[in-house]
């Protein structure tokens, strides 16, 4: 994130990023990516952003969490633009890859879900470096190599109640 950006967003000079400047940091987010959104589920994607990414609890995302953020927004949501899951269609998607049910998928079934979302919206990726690239940056958010659904649903749906 540039200095002009992070000032934007960090409109108390605090020097890290809180709750209510994340929120307006993914409103302009998803405004770009013609996301629709309501308050209800920007408070709920502040909540899981800060979830995923405030390393040490305290609230808030300093320069160095959102930089783990940033890589996130630009190779996936952007370039996984045409791709609009209904949250149905992910449903079944996630559930097919969590061959053991256990509520989360690993490196190995993202995979999979990976290459069938590009194959199915016929995306021209290059297998070996588009790809590898799409899962590190999506990897990057995972719990010690686990993706929860939320996460990826956050990531992926259209019409994410979140």
Same mark, same amino acid.
């Given at each position: ?52 990414? #405030?390393?040490? &609890?305290? !609230?808030?995302?300093?320069?160095? /969490?959102?930089?783990? @953020? *940033? ?26 890859? #969590?061959?053991? &049910?256990? !509520?989360?998928?690993?490196?190995? /079934?993202?995979?999979? @879900? *990976? ?29 010690? &190599? ?6 990826? /649903? ?9």
């Amino acid at each position: 994130m540039s200095a002009a950006a992070w000032r934007r967003y960090d409109t108390d000079r605090s020097g890290y990023i809180e709750s209510n400047e994340l929120k307006g940091f993914l409103s302009d987010l998803l405004k770009k990516a013609n996301r629709n959104y309501d308050d209800k589920k920007l408070n709920e994607y502040t909540q899981t952003i800060l979830r995923m990414f #405030d390393l040490n &609890g305290d !609230g808030k995302l300093g320069l160095s /969490e959102m930089a783990r @953020l *940033l890589p996130v927004q630009e190779n996936f949501l952007l370039k996984f633009e045409g791709i609009r899951l209904k949250v149905k269609e992910f449903d079944s998607l996630f559930t097919f890859y #969590d061959k053991d &049910g256990n !509520g989360y998928i690993d490196e190995q /079934e993202l995979d999979g @879900l *990976l290459k069938d979302l590009c194959d199915k919206n016929k995306m021209d990726v290059d297998p070996s470096k588009g790809l590898v690239d799409y899962k590190r940056s999506i990897m990057a958010l995972s719990d010690g &190599g686990k993706l929860y659904r939320t996460e990826l /649903e956050i990531l992926l749906c259209q019409d994410s109640p979140l």
